[in-house]
């Protein structure tokens, strides 16, 4: 069955699914994206998906004449069209086409473009054993990180940076301060405490990040929402990772050396339950 992706309206073979050259996400990256979990035909968390959408497009007045019913609709008819019951929907949604000019177009509408591929859970599931290996680099992204924009530039040369050394992810720090990885929200465990860098500007707000805060919290576990050191993560009791497509991951390593012992820890693993038990309750798929 050949891949179908969604175009403004229309569902039709990936290979001829295209937009104009002068789509302004392709000139401006002005665009912003989201991409879902899809476990068991169902998508994960879609809720909060739609609401960081919606604040995405708010913050940078792109209006999208598609309401929230109609595109949960559509995904939903190309994930079924695909016939995958495991995958990752990308939305991504564009300024629109127009005659190249930094200011923002008049009348142009947004295009909308969504794709579906497969993806393996199960292998998240069996690299909960193993843990992942993180190097660092500095954070040189713009002030607003904040916005899911598909100006990836930096983490795009931050992630590759971190295949070439072997790792899984690149933790961007900045000063002293740990910030996020390329793609995903950055955790340490210290004393029993669960750290994270709180939202604001300088983090993108991860929609696995902000479900595991209050799992975590439900669970009775203390969470603390505060900016840590390089030094600090070298020196926890345990590090991990979240994402919609990494789920929880262990790390294991910072740039080559062993963190917690080399080994994922206690707290890890018990958060890695809540995640794994809320994916089978949102959308009953297990390992
Ligand atoms: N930080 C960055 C920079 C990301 O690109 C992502 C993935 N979109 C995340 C964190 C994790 O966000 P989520 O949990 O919504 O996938």
């Known amino acids: 069955m050949p891949q179908l992706a969604y175009v403004n309206g229309?569902?039709?073979?990936?290979?001829?699914?295209?937009?104009h050259v002068e789509d302004r996400g392709t000139q401006f990256g002005d665009a912003i994206y989201e991409v879902c979990a899809v476990l068991n035909g169902q998508i994960l968390d879609w809720q909060p998906h739609l609401?960081?959408?919606r604040r995405n497009l708010a913050e940078l007045g792109i209006t999208l004449a598609t309401a929230d019913g109609p595109l949960g609709l559509?995904?939903?008819?190309?994930i079924a069209r695909n016939g995958h019951r495991e995958?990752?929907?990308?939305?991504?949604?564009?300024?629109?086409?127009a005659r190249?000019?930094?200011?923002?177009?008049?009348?142009?509408?947004?295009?909308?473009?969504?794709?579906?591929?497969?993806f393996d859970f199960a292998q998240?599931?069996?690299?909960?054993?193993?843990?992942?290996?993180?190097?660092?680099?500095?954070?040189?992204?713009?002030?607003?990180v904040d916005i899911k924009t598909t100006g990836l530039l930096p983490n795009v040369l931050a992630k590759q940076a971190a295949r070439e050394a072997g790792a899984f992810e690149a933790w961007l720090v900045a000063g002293s301060e740990v910030r996020e990885g390329s793609s995903t929200n950055a955790w340490i465990v210290k004393d029993g405490r669960i750290i994270t860098h709180p939202t604001g500007t300088h983090i993108l707000p991860g929609i696995a990040r902000d479900s595991l805060i209050r799992m975590a919290r439900e669970a009775q576990m203390v969470v603390e929402e505060r900016a840590f050191t390089l030094a600090e993560a070298r020196d926890a009791d345990e590090a991990f990772l979240t994402s919609t497509t990494a789920l929880i991951l262990p790390v294991v390593a910072i740039n080559g050396e062993a963190v917690a012992g080399g080994k994922p820890g206690p707290v890890t693993?018990?958060?890695?339950?809540?995640?794994?038990n809320e994916v089978a309750r949102q959308t009953g798929w297990r390992a």
């Open 10 to 19: 229309q569902i039709l073979p990936l290979a001829s699914a295209t937009l």
């Open 51 to 53: 609401v960081r959408l």
């Open 74 to 78: 559509q995904a939903r008819r190309l």
């Open 87 to 97: 995958c990752l929907l990308y939305i991504q949604i564009s300024r629109g086409t």
């Open 100 to 118: 190249r000019d930094h200011a923002f177009p008049q009348g142009a509408p947004a295009n909308l473009v969504m794709t579906v591929r497969r």
């Open 124 to 144: 998240r599931v069996r690299q909960l054993g193993s843990g992942i290996k993180v190097i660092t680099r500095a954070d040189d992204r713009w002030g607003r």
């Open 269 to 276: 693993h018990r958060l890695a339950e809540l995640v794994w």
